[in-house]
Structure formats: structure tokens, C-alpha cells
């Protein structure tokens, strides 16, 4: 209960909306966004084994509001003529809804198979 809850907590407190539009931002990166798409896949891989619980549906939608707050403190005036043309917030959450797909790939790769081959 420990452990799921732990990891629970590592995941849904990282900003990874505002560590992905930072790199792309500052270094013309697309490494955060890739990363981003790996940890949304691993999470649902990890429900799916059980390793961690349902409430892990909960995590984009934290991380989401937790990248929101950080947008909105540190992000300056260009970004908003970087991020075009959905601007800083709407790119954001059209990510967010794209890790949505992540978790669902991860769920369906998480599937156990009856018949393992040997």
C-alpha cells in the first residue's frame, strides 16, 4: 500500500506539461514531450500489471493542474508567440489530452496473455 501510494505521489506531483514546453521553449527540444509520452505509457503499463491502482487515472489530471500553475508563474511573453497556435494553456491541455492515448496504449501493452509461448 506504501509503494503505490509513493509512486502515486512521484508521478502526479512532476509538472510534466511545463518540463516539456520549457525544453522546447528554451532548447528547441522535443525530448520533454518524448519523455512525457514514455512515463503516461509506463503508468498505464504499471495499472494494468497492478503494480499500481486505478486511481493512477487520476495522475494526468493532477500533473495537468500542477504544470497549469507552473505555466502561469514562470512562463514570460514569448512564449506566447512560440507556442502558436493554440497558445501556452490551449497546447497544454491539448497534450495532456494526447497523454490520455499514452495511458491507453500502456494499459493495452499491460495486458497479460493467457497462453504465454514458452
Same mark, same amino acid.
Given at each position: 500500500? !506504501?509503494?503505490? #501510494? @509513493? =509512486?502515486?505521489?512521484?508521478? +502526479? #506531483?512532476?509538472?510534466?506539461?511545463? !518540463?516539456?514546453?520549457?525544453?522546447?521553449? /528554451?532548447?528547441? +527540444?522535443?525530448?520533454?514531450? !518524448?519523455?512525457?509520452?514514455?512515463?503516461?505509457?509506463?503508468?498505464?503499463? =504499471?495499472?494494468?500489471?497492478?503494480?499500481?491502482?486505478?486511481?493512477?487515472? +487520476?495522475?494526468?489530471?493532477?500533473?495537468? %493542474?500542477?504544470?497549469?500553475?507552473?505555466?502561469? +508563474? *514562470?512562463?514570460?511573453?514569448?512564449? /506566447?508567440?512560440? *507556442?502558436?497556435? *493554440?497558445?501556452?494553456?490551449? /497546447?497544454?491541455?491539448?497534450?495532456?489530452? #494526447?497523454?490520455? *492515448?499514452? #495511458?491507453?496504449?500502456?494499459?493495452? !501493452? %499491460?495486458?497479460?496473455?493467457?497462453?504465454? @509461448?514458452?
Amino acid at each position: 500500500m !506504501i509503494r503505490r #501510494l @509513493a =509512486l502515486f505521489l512521484l508521478f +502526479a #506531483l512532476i509538472p510534466y506539461g511545463y !518540463i516539456g514546453m520549457q525544453l522546447d521553449f /528554451s532548447y528547441h +527540444a522535443l525530448s520533454g514531450y !518524448i519523455g512525457w509520452g514514455v512515463v503516461f505509457i509506463l503508468i498505464g503499463f =504499471l495499472t494494468r500489471r497492478r503494480i499500481l491502482g486505478l486511481e493512477c487515472i +487520476a495522475i494526468p489530471f493532477i500533473s495537468y %493542474g500542477i504544470s497549469y500553475i507552473c505555466v502561469q +508563474a *514562470f512562463q514570460n511573453e514569448r512564449w /506566447s508567440y512560440f *507556442f502558436i497556435p *493554440f497558445g501556452v494553456e490551449g /497546447s497544454l491541455l491539448l497534450f495532456y489530452i #494526447l497523454s490520455l *492515448f499514452g #495511458l491507453g496504449i500502456g494499459l493495452l !501493452i %499491460g495486458k497479460k496473455k493467457k497462453n504465454p @509461448a514458452l
